[in-house]
Every structure is written in C-alpha cells, then in structure tokens.
C-alpha cells in the first residue's frame, strides 16, 4: 500500500482549520494536528482515524510563545510535510489606539512571523521533491484597507497582517512557478465559527450571514486542485482579481520614473517662493 501523504494544520482544534483536517482525511492524507488544546486535537485524531483511516500526530503548541513556534519548525523541518495549512489566528478587533500592544504583537506573531517561518521550513524540503503544497489562509479584510470602521470591525493590525499574506503568497508563487509546488492564499469572508466569540455576536445572526467553515474549506481544496493562488470562496467571478492585478501594475508603472510628479513640483515651487 503507497503511503499516505502529510498535511500540517495549524489551529486545527476548531472551526476552518479542523474541517481542514477532516476533508483532508477522507482524501487521503495522515495528519499533523497543531493547536493549544490537547482535548479537542486528540478528539479531532480519534475522529479521523475511526471515519477515514487517517493516521494523526497531535502537536500541542501556542505558536505565539517562541518555544510553541520553535515545536512546530522542528516538526516541519523532518522534511515529511506535503501539505502545510497556516491557519492559526484570532481576530484582536479594537481601535488601535485602544489594542495593548501585547496583543498586537501576538497578533503579528501568529499571522505574519508564524506562516513565513514555517513556510521557509517546510519549502526547502518540497522544492527538494518537486511537489507539495502551502495554503495560507489570510481574510478578505485583506482588501478592506480603504473601508473605515463601523459596519467594519476595527482591524489595522489583523488587516494589515492578512495583506502582508496575501502579498507573501503572490510573490513566493512567483518565485516558485517552475518548482512542482502549488500555493494557495484562502481569502473567506464572515464564516460561522468560534472565531467571532470575543464579539458576543448573537450565533443565529452569525449563522444567516455567515459561510460554513466545512464550506471554505471544500473551495479552498477545489482551488488548490484547479491551481488557482486565490481562493475567495464566495466570489463567482475570479477574473476580479486579475483586474485588481492589473491596476496595481498600472499604479507601479507609472510612479516608477526618476521624476518628480507635477503636483509635487508645484507645491515645492510654491513653498519656495513663500521662503524668499
């Protein structure tokens, strides 16, 4: 019998990333079940293993803490991960100045610092293979940056964190196109998961406006299938995200010149001629 291939799922105990580990499951793959609480992973283990004959290795770790990401490199880095999911997160939404700067530093921790390191751990093991897979699941409050708050949480630093993936992903797809390694920004919008719990948002309110996680998860899968490296998974029309490219090309192209825009010179001029 082949052996079964290896997904790595970080936040796995809940939501997105534990339908993550089933669907993967009934697909094929052995897991390595990642998250803070013992309990639920070893359920979740027990679960796959008795509906799909996935075999499961529960990696306990708070990927904030050094020591926590520190596990989770080194178990990456045995070189036997085909599929890496960074999907640990939380949302931290308050008003910057009202966020304690702890919890903004673990939010850049477990978005920014978490998904690129065990990214570079992982990445030199499948190039090596000529296959494998990473999906990094950002938000579609990626491209909230010019929505002001309220009916949008307040969000600087987890929108800013999930940008960063997005950029990451697009530019690590880029240098890879020729390696036999496949990537995936999932960007989902409102899903219905305890992920909202800090809100006090009422669940039934939650559950009419909001995707299943098993949901994204069977969008996400069918993208990585289909090699698309952005996975919306309410959007009907994926061309609009070539038309965002494109206009991002567009701003690039022209700012990029070694002179000065005319609006600027003016404005120079004029505080010149206030000077004299």
Same mark, same amino acid.
């Given at each position: ?5 290896r ?23 052995? &897991? ?23 075999? +499961? ?32 997160? *939380?949302?931290?939404?308050?008003? *910057? ?21 065990? +990214?570079?751990?992982?990445?030199p ?16 409050? $990626?491209? $909230? ?18 940008s ?22 999932? &960007? ?6 305890? *992920? ?15 995707m ?26 994926? $061309?609009?995200?070539e ?14 010149r ?14 010149a001629?206030?000077? $004299?």
């Open positions: 019998m082949p052996e079964r291939p997904a790595l799922i970080t936040g796995a105990s809940s939501g997105i990333g534990a339908d993550f580990a089933r669907q993967l499951a009934q697909r094929g793959y052995d &897991l390595v079940l990642v998250a803070r609480r013992r309990d639920r992973l070893q359920t979740l283990a027990d679960e796959s293993s008795s509906s799909a004959g996935a075999s +499961s290795e529960v990696v306990v770790a708070d990927l904030v803490k050094q020591e926590g990401l520190d596990h989770v490199r080194a178990r990456v880095d045995k070189g036997d991960v085909e599929l890496l999911i960074n999907n640990a997160g *939380f949302p931290g939404y308050r008003p *910057f100045v009202d966020l304690d700067p702890n919890v903004a530093d673990d939010l850049l921790r477990l978005h920014v610092r978490v998904p690129t390191l065990l +990214s570079r751990a992982a990445l093991h499948m190039v090596r293979r000529n296959r494998g897979a990473i999906i990094n699941v950002a938000s579609l409050l $990626s491209l $909230s940056g010019t929505i002001p708050a309220n009916p949008m949480p307040y969000r600087a630093v987890y929108a800013g964190a999930k960063y993936l997005l950029t990451f992903t697009q530019a690590l797809a880029g240098e890879l196109k020729d390696s036999g390694v496949r990537l995936q920004v999932l &960007l989902p919008g409102v899903v219905n998961t305890e *992920f909202h719990n800090q809100l006090n948002m009422d669940r039934d309110r939650l559950a009419s406006m909001a299943k996680p098993d949901e994204v998860v069977t969008a996400s899968l069918a993208a990585l299938d289909a090699g698309e490296l952005i996975c919306a998974p309410g959007l009907d029309d994926p $061309s609009l995200f038309v965002v490219g494109k206009a991002q090309r567009a701003v690039m192209e022209a700012a990029n070694p002179q000065l825009a005319d609006r600027y010179k003016s404005r120079t001029a004029g505080q001629s206030r000077k $004299s």
